[in-house]
Every structure is written in C-alpha cells, then in structure tokens.
T-cell receptor, first 112, second 112 residues
C-alpha cells in the first residue's frame, strides 16, 4: 500500500513564525502536492513538484514556499505565518502517468 | 462559476438506503473522474476511478459518468454507518501532469 506520512497531525504557531510542514511518501512517486482544505472552499492546490528540485505554483502559492531535495520528501514552508493560514494542510503523491493521488493524514495548523 | 460544483450537504439517510452523490462540471476537456472518501480528521482516500462516460461498479459502490450532461454520480447501495464521511469528486483532462480539480465535498451521515 502507498503510504504518505506528514510530520505533524496538529500544530499551533504564533503569527510571524516560520513553519515547516514535511511530507514523506514511500512509493517512489514522481509527483508530490501540497493542498490546503477549508470549509466551503474544498481542496486548493498550493504547490506541486514533478521531480527532485522542481516545483510549480498552484492556485494559491502566496505566502508559501516548498522544497524537494529528495524524491520521497516534499516540504511546505510558511515564511511568516499569518492567521489566515490557519487550515488543514494535505500532502499527496502520485506517479507521473496517472491522476490517482494518494493523500497523507493531514496537518491541522492553527496560527494564533 | 466554479469548474466543479458539488452540493455540500449534509445528507442524512437511514442505514440500508441507496445514496446518490453528484457533481456537475463545466470543463468539457475533463476525461478522468474520481471519487474520494474522507473520514473526519483524516486525508482523502481514493474510492473510484473512471475514464470517460459509462458506469463502474465496485462492491456496493457504482460510479456513473455522463459527459454529454457534464454530470457524475456515485451510488452507494445498502449504506452502512461506516459510510458516514465526506465524499469528494475530482476530475482532470488527462493523465500525468494534468491538474486535478476537486469538488468541495458532500458530507454524508448514515443513521443506524
């Protein structure tokens, strides 16, 4: 079974802090994604990566950056956390040839 | 107008009922259609994956795609309390690097 793990299930940070969310997948998938999920807005794509050291902006990249130094690991960075970044963050991965994404359990981030 | 529209519910049904969940979409390029199930405080998990128009059955679940009407459905027969979750539709224009667009999800509650 594909396994996607995320570093934290719950995280509480202060406004202005730098926040790191880490995602690891064990299926050698080329593509990895970061989404945020908010009530009434659904899943919104922040960034994705189709290869090591490669990244592409999604629909809402402002205030975020990403890093992919190894194929299995994709990090989301909030450079200076703000209260409007309080959300559920979901990581996903997939092969380069299908649309089927496999999701991690999510990190519920609260910024105070 | 959103590319994918999904009634947020909540939808409440008695155990054993047939459940119908639906999404409409506007992008005629969409060819790949997915249904994800998301339990509370968990990441989405893939339930069904279909290509183009037609039906696909897997146990108690049937996915139906009508591309002429830009309408997809998920039917759950003999619904169980364990089916209580949020169901997300998702679709894309093609495999590989094509973006996947998600619906906002329908919350289903199956009452024993």
């Amino acid at each position: 079974d594909v396994k996607v793990t995320q570093s934290s299930r719950y995280l509480v940070k202060r406004t202005g802090e730098k926040v790191f969310l880490e995602c690891v997948q064990d299926m050698d998938h080329e593509n990895m994604f970061w989404y945020r999920q908010d009530p009434g807005l659904g899943l919104r794509l922040i960034y994705f990566s189709y290869d090591v050291k490669m990244k592409e902006k999604g629909d809402i990249p402002e205030g975020y950056s990403v890093s992919r130094e190894k194929k299995e690991r994709f990090s989301l960075i909030l450079e200076s956390a703000s209260t409007n970044q309080t959300s559920m963050y979901l990581c996903a991965s997939r092969t380069g040839t299908t649309d089927t994404q496999y999701f991690g359990p999510g990190t519920r981030l609260t910024v105070l | 107008q959103k590319e994918v529209e999904q009634d947020p519910g909540p939808l409440s049904v008695p155990e054993g009922a047939i459940v119908s969940l639906n999404c409409t979409y506007s992008n005629s390029a969409f060819q790949y259609f997915m249904w994800y199930r998301q339990y509370s405080r968990k990441g989405p998990e893939l339930l069904m994956y279909t290509y183009s128009s037609g039906n696909k059955e897997d146990g108690r679940f049937t996915a139906q795609v009508d591309k002429s009407s830009k309408y997809i459905s998920l039917f759950i027969r003999d619904s169980q309390p364990s089916d209580s979750a949020t169901y997300l539709c998702a679709m894309s224009a093609g495999g590989g690097y094509q973006k996947v667009t998600f619906g906002t999800g329908t919350k289903l509650q199956v009452i024993p």
